[in-house]
């Protein structure tokens, strides 16, 4: 049998049976489309991440004081101090930068008669460059400014707006905790980081101004961050200075790490087991969809079997051969579950927007979750469709014209 006349007879039975064609091709359809958002979560999953890595930098390490298993045990949280970082620095010739972190948040912020409540972090001078933020209007923290613990400032895109609305923040000066600040720069917008904290809601200051007017600390560090000139060494040079740390803070063998080290790869593997969950339950109720999909195409098959069984006695009696009826009812589930497909396939597109703006998830779509989605529904015309295809190819001439 050619295949045009075959595609022919195919559809003419399609044709012909429209209500249950459009059962078949909606229950295939909402199999494949969840399933395709499944692939477009996956994909969007690991798009989101590279994506947070490369404004990371893949060459960074951000370590970071106390330690959830530290705390566990009792230990203090202030663990790291400057000359921490200046020891990692001299240890590691292949650092290129490294900049000391302090923190402190809901800090009062105000300007003129506008109050806010704002993160407030201390940084060592080049902060831009440390970060990979640009400062897009203004000028980055200098070592003059950390070295003369100068009341300066950068500060985030969301708390300019909050404070200074349409005005140019640059050159202004803002009350941080009672302490007269001068804006010296302004940083590009970030948006929201995987916590769900607004990176553009901070003002960044020299870490000395910070730990000794805002803090009253003049040891001890929140953190800092070191960049590698070799990328490709970056989980080696990871492990290297947590055993440099752990000697240099006398930890003894057996106790947990009074620290932490957040490497790139830390922050793939994050994110992706923080969307894998909800990638489980969308992968597990798209199998369910596509296995009964293929159950309701099994049954109508079945059913159709049983109402053209004259037909099929008839070509039978005119010389068809059995293969030819098998082909003829694969096609026929073939070319439901292939439609039904490409519909799931354009019913996942303004379904995934739903998913993104309820639960903020990352998706892509691409061709990967095109050609998923086909190839799921071909298996699904095939597994399915084959018993009723051979149930009516087995009939024969005589029997088929009796019924």
Not at 153 to 163: C, N, S, T, V, W
Not at 271 to 284: D, E, K, N, Q, R
Not at 297 to 325: D, K, P, Q, Y
Request: with cysteine; net charge positive; glycine share 8%.
């Amino acid at each position: 049998m050619q295949v045009s006349c075959l595609l022919r007879q195919s559809l003419q039975a399609v044709s012909a049976f429209r209500l249950r064609a459009v059962f078949s091709l909606l229950s295939v359809a909402l199999g494949v489309g969840s399933l395709t958002v499944i692939v477009a979560a996956t994909e969007g999953a690991y798009q989101k991440a590279y994506e947070i890595v490369g404004r990371f930098g893949p060459d960074s390490l951000l370590v970071i004081g106390g330690s959830d298993e530290a705390r566990a045990i009792g230990q203090r949280e202030k663990t790291l101090t400057i000359e921490d970082m200046r020891a990692v620095l001299e240890r590691f010739p292949t650092v290129y930068i490294g900049v000391p972190l302090s923190s402190q948040g809901d800090v009062p912020v105000s300007y003129r008669s506008k109050k806010y409540r704002t993160l407030v972090v201390g940084a060592g001078s080049n902060f831009s460059l440390a970060w990979t933020w640009p400062v897009v209007r203004g000028s980055d923290i200098t070592d003059d400014h950390v070295k003369g613990a100068r009341k300066v400032a950068l500060i985030g895109a969301f708390l300019a707006r909050e404070l200074f609305g349409d005005e140019e923040p640059v050159g202004r000066t803002v009350i941080v905790k009672g302490i007269p600040v001068q804006v010296i720069g302004m940083l590009g917008e970030r948006g929201m980081a995987t916590h769900g904290a607004n990176l553009d809601d901070r003002l960044v200051m020299p870490i000395t101004t910070v730990m000794r007017k805002i803090k009253n600390e003049r040891e001890y560090i929140s953190a800092f961050r070191v960049r590698f000139l070799d990328q490709d060494r970056i989980e080696e040079y990871t492990e290297e200075l947590r055993t440099f740390l752990r000697d240099r803070h006398g930890i003894p063998d057996g106790q947990p790490d009074d620290f932490r080290v957040i490497s790139p790869t830390e922050i793939i593997t994050f994110l992706v087991a923080l969307t894998g969950s909800l990638v489980v339950f969308l992968g597990i109720t798209g199998t369910i969809s596509l296995v009964v999909a293929g159950f309701v195409l099994a049954n109508l098959f079945l059913l159709s079997v049983a109402e053209r069984t004259r037909e099929i006695g008839i070509r039978r009696a005119l010389g068809a051969r059995r293969r030819e009826i098998l082909l003829q009812f694969l096609a026929e589930a073939l070319l439901l579950t292939t439609a039904g497909g490409l519909f799931g396939f354009l019913l996942a597109v303004p379904s995934s927007r739903l998913l993104a703006f309820v639960a903020d998830f990352p998706l892509h779509f691409s061709w990967r979750a095109l050609a998923v989605g086909m190839a799921l529904s071909t298996v699904v015309g095939l597994v399915f469709g084959l018993q009723p295809a051979r149930k009516a190819a087995r009939l024969t001439p005589l029997e088929a014209l009796r019924s």
